[in-house]
């Protein structure tokens, strides 16, 4: 078995960068964790698809964290040499959790992963990841957040400024909701930051 050693992981799913990590997500610093290489077109099933693997009885456990022992994670890194990604599976070899890695530590992860054989992993494909590859994490949340807040609104007013703000046109409100759900505009920082300080002078 090959591990790597004290790496810094971010489960989420579906996967997201190293550079949409937020300080107050739950990182962890691994101790010890197995080590794959496995071909190109593997890491993209698993990149973007949830599968489970067949033979969890080589990672169980395996996976040891720096300042937790009590907290168990059946982990594994995945390469095929270009880059990496770590998944984390249940007991049952289903994947509920995917990290990208910071890029230091990617790059010594591809360095090492020249002298390895590739692995014959097998899995089935349960269903595609639902990633929404036009947006950032950041531009996903405040998505939801306008579209929530736009659905309380009442103030005809309210609306008229977002409409203006953001489309140039007077629209109905399932059209705005319309809008903002189905194509970013870098206006709607602005129409966030309005809405949040409205919420904020109501506490």
């Not at 994670?73 to 990290?99: H, M, P, Q, R």
């Amino acid at each position: 078995m090959n591990y790597v050693y004290d790496i810094l992981v971010n489960f989420k799913y579906p996967l997201l960068d190293f550079y949409e990590w937020n300080p107050n997500d739950n990182i962890e610093n691994i101790k010890r964790i197995p080590f794959y290489k496995v071909s190109t077109k593997d890491l993209n099933i698993f990149k973007y698809n949830k599968i489970k693997i067949k033979d969890m009885n080589p990672i169980k456990n395996g996976t040891k964290l720096f300042n937790n022992k009590k907290k168990v994670y059946n982990s594994s890194i995945y390469t095929d040499g270009n880059e990496a990604i770590v998944l984390n599976f249940d007991d049952n070899g289903i994947c509920i959790g995917k990290s990208s890695l910071l890029i230091d530590e990617e790059n010594e992860i591809l360095d090492s992963s020249h002298l390895l054989l590739t692995s014959d992993i097998e899995y089935s494909i349960l269903n595609k990841d639902k990633i929404n590859e036009y947006k950032t994490r950041k531009q996903v949340t405040i998505t939801n957040f306008l579209i929530r807040e736009i659905k309380k609104i009442n103030n005809i007013d309210k609306l008229n400024y977002i409409c203006y703000e953001c489309f140039d046109d007077n629209l109905e409100k399932d059209e705005i909701i319309n809008k903002i759900s189905n194509n970013w505009n870098d206006k709607y920082y602005k129409i966030y930051d309005f809405l949040t300080s409205i919420s904020m002078n109501k506490k």
